[in-house]
């Protein structure tokens, strides 16, 4: 008997499937349409749990090329199911990241919705690592438990020889950052070839091979368009199963997870976003599944957003009912609520904003696209009474973002919301209307005497230019300080660039950090001299960023000895500038502006008042020529007494007590309380500390103030009226103040001595710890202890043995070491935290050896000064502890140094969608196994 040839019986399947699907719709179709008839729109929105699920990709016998052996290693990674949802996504960052992405460029995956990261087991003994490590072994597990013969799982092929170095290649989410987006690969040559690496990847129908696909639409979305029909069956087809597959066939592919099918779905609508010609074949299958009504919450949501980004919100099936806030008995879920107007806000991104709305606007601004309501949900104008503050703000910000009609009146009318936050963001995106009239309300606003207003109007104002952000630079508050110089950091201008220059030496150090970040991205010209200001005049952690920028920039700034003084610092500046290895031309215009003004005192004023302030200083009072000066100098102008200040402060002849006492009081209500100082009763004496507390709370006292103070405190002996002083002067880090404090750490009294080593440690400047050293031998355990934690501050390595000198005892100098052995144990632990905050290795050791003791709160202690000390090293005896910790409070303090220790880009990304701390300590291990699973790790070597 002849058998049935491989065509016939692929036909007689075929017509069962069909004869099976005609079944099928002949019972569920009557069932749809009556309940369609009956109403029940919202039965759309309903939630179903989403299970992985096995796909029904038509498996064909095609020539799978083998995978590169510089790939191998990747391919292993990328065969796991670690995508993650990224909950420091933004619209506002993917649009502003894609909006001018080049075809040779790859974006930056921390700005996308979906992540490819570190993936959570249930065990952190079940490591990651092992795949990495021996491919080969991974690889028969994996068809061991699949019963797959025909061909290898997703990354699974043996290496070609047994040494290959692929073989014990390390990756992780990490990895895979710094593989496809490095700053210092610029060249499109080098992004082209990792496009390359994954369209490899992506040419194999296995796990690795979805991932690469979707990795690939999703970095390089202008180039992926050959994604579209791998990505279209993975969140299209992964709900259904081949009809051609027996129960008993254990021949399966991967599975598609939830987690992968989001996340295609993801990548489909960036590719079709930026397509030339949208696949209306494509744009019908996304749309139609918005019509079935067992799909989650999550996909459904997911859809919105995703097809927001090439088609009008309402043209959306079932948005419109996600948005339907009319019957309060019956809202839809908020998750859905939510996804529908960040759709909305996506669309709005995508074909209505332009950057210069949120940033510097200029003449040769584009005219903005016209507001159409046809675009739109019918209903989204209810969406301004959603009971979510989330969403009432969120919908101010699409208002202010499509140019509503309404959009200033909608704003305006949530300034009066209830919630704080709705208030606060309504401030901001008033700056992104460009109206007169919402400028006249940010500047109401920027007045304000909450802290929290005025911040939200400082990023409003920002998108408006530096020149509306000038009288918010010398706000009291810190945190405005910060949001001026964010927002002046979005324009690269001369103007900002100025403006700047005043906030480097900031009393905030956080502040001038911040400086130093906003211009990252900035042109040379206008970054590097503000680089170099922020190496002489900032603090030390601002001049130590300033030089690791400078030498990204140039190459040069290494040189540069971010601990030498001010003046030799000042002088290496200049030798650079000089000899044309860094560009000088804004330096000078900046040399000559800035907080002092002298460009706004004329040349020829400026000698005059030179004459009169040498006759001050070398005649005597009886002179006829004194008198005139004294008269002459008391009509200045607040910009003339800026130079008079700058040339008390560089004579090196004495001043004549009339000069503070009788001249410098008419010019200034600083130096009449400065005066008020010499009172014998000591209530006046405390309220002109007070008042000139309050005047550096506004700006920093100037230095011929903290100058004069000095001489007057050494013969003060009311300890308040010290506090108030040296509170007035803690954020300041020039020398006039560090000498006022080291005048406070040889006072007799035990708790100034103490207030001058908390200065000497608040702003850790190396060259002022041999003046702390000799205070570790005094007699007062207070003075002794605020002495070791200003030297762990100091980053000065010589308060770890001390200096040998003929003062002392030479078996015994003033160190660190010695304390070791005291016989008070707060000593002995401050000692111990100080040297760790040093790098001393005994130091770190005994810390370590303390976060083992038997008592918790001894362990708690430890672990929390582990994170205070910034070293590296720790990270995994943290990780080991909090894998055995059972006290639950030790146990946070063990995450919270953890997560100070390890920078947030280098944290497993699982942590933001755990609470459980007991959890969170399972991912560390998973993370510190997969980073140390190859033969080297970016923590190992430590600081």
Known sequence: MKSASPRGINLARVSEVRRSHQKWLSWTLPLLVCAALSGCQKSLLQNVSETPVVTAFKEVETFKPEIPAELEGLNVYLSQDLWVKNHHWSPYDEWITLRDLKTTELSAPHNHRWLFGVKQDSSPLQQVAQAVETPDKSAKAEQDADDTTAEKSAGAEKPTAPNNKSAAESWSFNALHDFFHREEDSEPTHKSQKIAALQQLAAHDTLAGWNATILWATLAPRTAADTIPTLEKLVCEADKRSDSESKSDKKQKASVSPGIRLAALNGLSLVLAHADALPIETKQRLTQLLSHPDISFKLRGELYRSLSRFMPPAQITSMNQSMDITDSNALPPKELRRAALEGCIMHGLWFYAEPDQFSHRSAASQQPRPYQSSAWPENIMQVRWDPDAIIRWNFGYWAAVVRHPDAEAILTAQLKDADMLV???????????????????????????????????????????????????????????????????????????????????????????????????????????????????????????????????????????????????????QSLVQSGQLPGGFWTQLMQQGIHQESRVNQGRVAELQAYFQQLINQSPDAPGWQHAFQELTQLTPEEVNQLEKMILETSVAIPDEVYSDLLPKLDTNYAALQQLNSSHVTDRRQAA??????????????????????????????????????SISRDSYEEAAQLALLAINHNWPDIRVLGCEYFGAHGIPQYAPWVLPLLNDSNHSVQLAAIRALGQCHNPIAINGVQSDEQNPSRPASLRNLLTHSNQRVRFETVVALSHLGDFQGMQELVRLSNDTRSAVRRDAVREMGESGQTRFVEPLIQMAWTERNSSTLEEILSSLGRLVPPSDQPAELKTVSSPSEQAKIWMNWWQTQHSGSSSRLSTGR
């Open 423 to 573: 208030q606060n963001k309504a401030i901001r995106n008033l700056g992104l209307l460009g109206s007169d009239s919402a400028l006249r309300i940010l500047k109401q606003q920027s007045t304000r005497p909450q802290e929290t207003v005025r911040v939200a109007a400082a990023t409003g104002l920002s998108s408006w230019g530096p020149v509306y952000l000038a009288g918010l630079g010398d706000d009291s508050s810190s945190a405005v300080r910060l949001a001026v110089a964010e927002g002046l950091g979005q324009s690269p201008t001369a103007d900002a660039a100025l403006q700047l220059k005043s906030l480097i030496n900031d009393r905030s150090t956080e502040v001038q950090l911040t400086v130093i970040e906003s211009i990252r991205h900035w042109p040379d010209e206008l970054a590097i001299p503000l680089l170099l200001e922020g190496i002489k005049e900032g603090v030390f952690k601002t001049r130590r960023a300033s030089v690791l920028q400078l030498t990204e920039r140039t190459g040069v700034g290494g040189i540069i000895s971010i601990e030498a003084s001010r003046e030799e610092r000042t002088a290496a500046i």
């Open 690 to 727: 007070q008042q000139l507390f309050m005047s550096s709370q506004k700006s920093s006292l100037n230095p011929v103030i903290v100058k004069r103070l000095r001489t007057m405190m050494s013969r003060e002996q009311d300890r308040l009226v010290w506090r108030i002083v040296m509170e």
